[in-house]
């Protein structure tokens, strides 16, 4: 009989709807059912595409026996920690703080006053390693509540009183300066792998954020070293396995330094970050490569993660059926010399081990391989690899697929939305335009309430009930703020203000200028949880200081550039230290430092071509940040459009910084030279 996560839009939680643990979602009705028996709660959080979060449900939260000894002496509570990723950031920090690492499944033992008393992630179903069976653990804690429930008490007490002493020092109120960005690079290139590119060792992620620093710190210094190690990673994650050989898209990360071996589950966050990465590559050095897999998983993205209607879900699973069967991780991507002969023939399943890296021990278990785009010389015939690659993709489309996450996270269908438009308008390609405008709609017509307000999810068509967090803000403001300077239209940059109004009445300490990630008038937890440093996406915090600064240049308001300002007080602090994980904050101060740069473009209309020419122009500049505006002279589609004519009857770009302007130019190469000093 199911329980009562079968009420639930949560895919994750969806999951656990069968299973005989008598699952409570996070509520308070869940917490007063543990007072009124005066038990324990047990808190399990995960996601739907984790590997071990599967693993210990089937293993532990299936099994019969553990499930009676969890429903008589606990209430157990399951939260999808993409839903509620406040709920998981409070009792993450806990986690972290007394053991010194995190992850996901996460299994925290809370009192009925949600205070953590006993934490882990994953755990067994008989000891291993070094660690209790989840059943000894279940035992130890009961045993612990029932015999010194006041030492359980006090120590939880005392980790609650810790974690609200947990301040983060906010800098200066200033934005970092000259010195503090050569200092972050600085310490990158200390950390960079050259080699293999990248940073640090294995696991290997991803640094999307940092590498947006990195081309954007080349574009206002000429920093060659700081473009060297953004193309370097770029070509490298392009070339290995963590990429989607045939069908586009990156993987979560790579389990070696190499990027050989992903993690298989493909996140959209992942892929809206780095198709934006590719594609600002491809504009600062014409890159083929980084126009082919900006583009290829843009495509990924529209075609596999793309929703009934119209927005974009939330992710692919790495487990997928074998065949057999049997759900085994990256079943769906690996491919092994016999089965590139049984697809291909004998002769071209030659080549197809070679171009792709397909060996007779494999590059990951059993004998079988990713694929890969190794280094080698010699030519391969286009014509044919792409006959290859068209035949063993059909075939791969037969195996068993990945399951899908299909709810709508709106951070980052943010994050997707400002991804595609910017792809679609450099490569002519209004399809990608058009997937962004659809997402952009439909968060604005489930996601947004009459005052407003951001739902954070939806499913199906229907919104979910947990209120936006700052990110989510944040991010689908970036998002219409792309989409405004791509479509010309105006309505995107009015929507961008509502939200950013929020983020400055509900979200900023007014004192310190400082960020929090929950509303002040949202569900009081613990703790109220605030991190300034970038993970998997940009924090919402540093995400919130780019989309404010982009406003402020978009439409001169002095306190969206203030607040802007004072956010990135924390990245002047944090910068130098610890640049891999504030590079969306460093992104944006080179922004702040660089004006952003407003450009106005005015023509009849971008069907003209004179219009579309300087539109086009603006939108290939590399200025960090800058913002664009098109529209038809006397339009009042975009402050920057205000007071500004033709020029002798033509189209005319302006550009502005700092209270300075240009004179106007009716030139595409003189606009494309102000825009690159």
């Known amino acids: 009989m199911p329980n ?42 995960g996601y739907s595409s984790c590997h071990w979060c599967h693993v210990m449900a089937h293993e532990s939260f299936e099994d019969q026996e553990t499930a009676e000894y969890l429903n008589a002496h606990y209430v157990s509570v399951k939260v999808d920690r993409e839903e509620r990723p406040d709920v998981d950031a409070v009792y993450m920090e806990a986690v972290q703080a007394a053991t010194g ?4 499944p996460m299994t925290v033992f809370l009192t009925p006053d949600a205070e953590p008393f006993y934490f882990g992630t994953y755990f067994p179903p008989a000891p291993r390693q070094g660690m209790p069976s989840f059943r000894q653990v279940l035992q130890g804690v009961h045993q612990a509540w029932e015999e010194r429930r006041d030492e359980v008490t006090e120590v939880a007490g005392k980790i609650v009183r810790d974690l609200a002493g947990r301040e983060i020092s906010y800098g200066d109120a200033q934005i970092p300066g000259e010195q503090e960005l050569a200092q ?30 990195l081309l954007r710190h080349h574009a206002r210094t000429g920093s060659e070293g700081a473009l060297q190690m953004a193309g370097d990673t770029c070509e490298r994650m392009a070339r290995g396995g963590i990429y989607d050989q045939l069908g586009g898209g990156f993987a979560r990360y790579s389990v070696d330094r190499d990027w050989i071996v992903p993690h298989f589950e493909k996140m959209l966050y992942d892929n809206a970050l780095l198709c934006r990465v590719y594609a600002h590559l491809w504009r600062a050095t014409g890159s083929e490569l980084a126009r082919r897999v900006a583009l290829e998983t843009a495509d990924f993205m529209v075609r596999e993660l793309r929703t009934a209607e119209g927005g974009f879900a939330s992710a692919l699973d790495a487990d997928s059926d074998d065949g057999t069967g049997k759900h085994v991780e990256g079943a769906y991507y690996v491919w092994t010399p016999e089965q590139l002969r049984e697809v291909l023939g004998e002769q071209d399943a030659e080549l197809a081990a070679q171009y792709f890296g397909v060996t007779g021990e494999g590059t990951f278990e059993h004998g079988q391989s990713v694929l890969q785009l190794p280094q080698q010389d010699g030519l391969f015939d286009a014509e044919k690899i792409a006959s290859v690659r068209e035949r063993l993709l059909a075939a791969r489309a037969g195996r068993p697929a990945p399951g899908r996450d299909d709810k709508v996270v709106a951070a980052w269908n943010g994050l997707a939305i400002a991804a595609l438009a910017e792809t679609g308008s450099y490569f002519d390609r209004p399809d990608l335009v058009e997937a962004a405008v659809a997402a952009a709609d439909l968060l604005v017509r489930l996601h947004l309430d009459e005052r407003v307000r951001l739902t954070r999810t939806s499913k199906d068509g229907h919104a979910g009930a947990n209120a936006g967090v700052l990110e989510d803000y944040a991010d689908v403001a970036e998002g219409f703020l792309a989409l405004a300077s791509v479509t010309g239209e105006g309505v995107w940059l009015e929507f961008a203000g509502f939200l950013l109004d929020h983020v400055l009445a509900r979200f900023t300490d007014e004192e310190s200028g400082a960020l929090f990630d929950t509303a002040a008038d949202a569900e009081r937890l613990i703790r109220r949880p605030q991190d300034p440093t970038d993970n998997a996406a940009p924090s919402g915090w540093t995400a919130a200081a780019s989309a404010l600064l982009s406003y402020a240049a978009h439409t001169g308001s002095g306190p969206h550039r203030t607040a802007a300002e004072r956010a990135l007080g924390v990245v002047k602090a944090l910068g130098p230290r610890v640049p891999r994980f504030i590079g969306w904050g460093l992104a944006a101060a080179e922004a702040a430092l660089d004006g952003p740069r407003e450009i106005a473009i005015v023509g009849p209309s971008l069907d003209h071509e004179g219009t579309r020419t300087l539109h086009r122009t603006a939108l290939l500049g590399t200025a960090p940040g800058a913002v664009v505006a098109v529209g038809a002279p006397g339009s009042d589609e975009f402050p920057l459009l205000a007071d500004r004519p033709l020029v002798g009857g033509e189209p005319a770009a302006y550009v502005c910084r700092n209270f300075t302007c240009d004179a106007p130019t009716t030139e595409a190469e003189r606009l494309r030279a102000a825009l690159s000093n």
């Open 4 to 45: 009562r996560l079968a009420h639930e839009t949560s895919p994750y939680l969806l999951q656990h709807a069968d299973n005989p643990v008598d699952w409570w979602p996070w509520s308070a009705e869940a917490f007063e059912e543990a007072r009124k028996r005066s038990v324990p709660v047990l808190l399990s959080i």
């Open 101 to 104: 690492h995190g992850g996901w």
């Open 184 to 213: 972050a690079l600085l310490a990158l290139t200390r950390e960079y792998d050259p080699q293999r590119g990248g940073f640090g060792g294995a696991p290997k992620f991803p640094p999307s954020m940092v590498l947006e620093f």
